[in-house]
């Protein structure tokens, strides 16, 4: 059965500092790009991040530059995004998903809430 | 607010045809393959449209892309009731380098 479970959610104050997790099973990870989508409440879906199979090239949006880092460990199957000075704006259902061979989001997680508040 | 550009809703029939779509410019639609999801309340979105008007397997026929310039489009033909749910288009920005979405059209079944 495909898989990626994403895990790390949680409340935060403003300012602090979450690390989530995404693991991949059922699927091929090492060669394939990942994506972080999140979706504030409500509201629609914006992309995040992405990293690709060998790790070497990493894109952020705009919104999160600086502030948020991609990284994974393929032995591991495991993808993750390190968030400092997280902000309320930043409180979204975090997605993560595969980029399949025509650059399309083939297969996505079930999604972790982060809620950053006082 | 996106760049790119959808109707915030869309609505008809069962049986009808509907048409939903995505406007952007010639950084992102213009120059990139556009794709398209659908997420059913409460779950995580799904892959519904590839490389403009590919459908992946198991994503019944009925659903279809199109694209011209810098505007795509997705149709739904013969509306079902299951088919109410949001659906974003999304697609590289060269700009920007980073992935856009859409933000999103809701479609009601009446």
């Known amino acids: 059965e495909v898989q990626l479970v994403e895990s790390g959610g949680g409340l935060v104050k403003p300012g602090g500092s979450l690390r989530l997790s995404c693991v991949a099973s059922?699927?091929?990870?090492?060669?394939?790009?990942m994506n972080w989508v999140r979706q504030a409440p409500g509201k629609g879906l914006e992309w995040v991040s992405c990293?690709?199979?060998?790790?070497?090239?990493?894109y952020y949006a705009d919104s999160v530059r600086g502030r948020f880092t991609i990284s994974r460990d393929n032995a591991k199957n495991s993808l993750y995004l390190e968030m400092n000075s997280l902000r309320a704006e930043d409180t979204a259902v975090y997605y993560c998903?595969?980029?399949?061979?025509?650059?399309?989001?083939?297969?996505w997680g079930q999604g972790t809430l982060v809620t950053v508040s006082s | 607010q996106s760049v790119l550009t959808q109707p915030p809703s869309a609505s008809g029939t069962p049986g009808q045809r509907v048409t939903i779509s995505c406007s952007g410019s010639r950084s992102n639609i213009g120059s990139n393959y556009v794709y398209w999801y659908q997420q059913l309340p409460g779950t995580a979105p799904k892959l519904l449209i590839f490389?403009?008007?590919q459908r992946p397997s198991g994503v019944p026929d009925r659903f279809s892309g199109s694209k011209s310039g810098t505007s795509a489009s997705l149709a739904i033909s013969g509306l079902r009731s299951e088919d109410e749910a949001d659906y974003y288009c999304a697609v590289w920005d060269d700009s920007l380098s980073g992935r856009v979405f859409g933000g999103g059209t809701k479609l009601t079944v009446l």
């Open positions: 059922g699927i091929t990870f090492s060669p394939y790009s």
């Open positions: 490389s403009n008007n």
């Open positions: 998903a595969r980029e399949g061979l025509s650059q399309e989001f083939d297969y």
């Open positions: 990293i690709s199979g060998n790790s070497r090239n990493t």
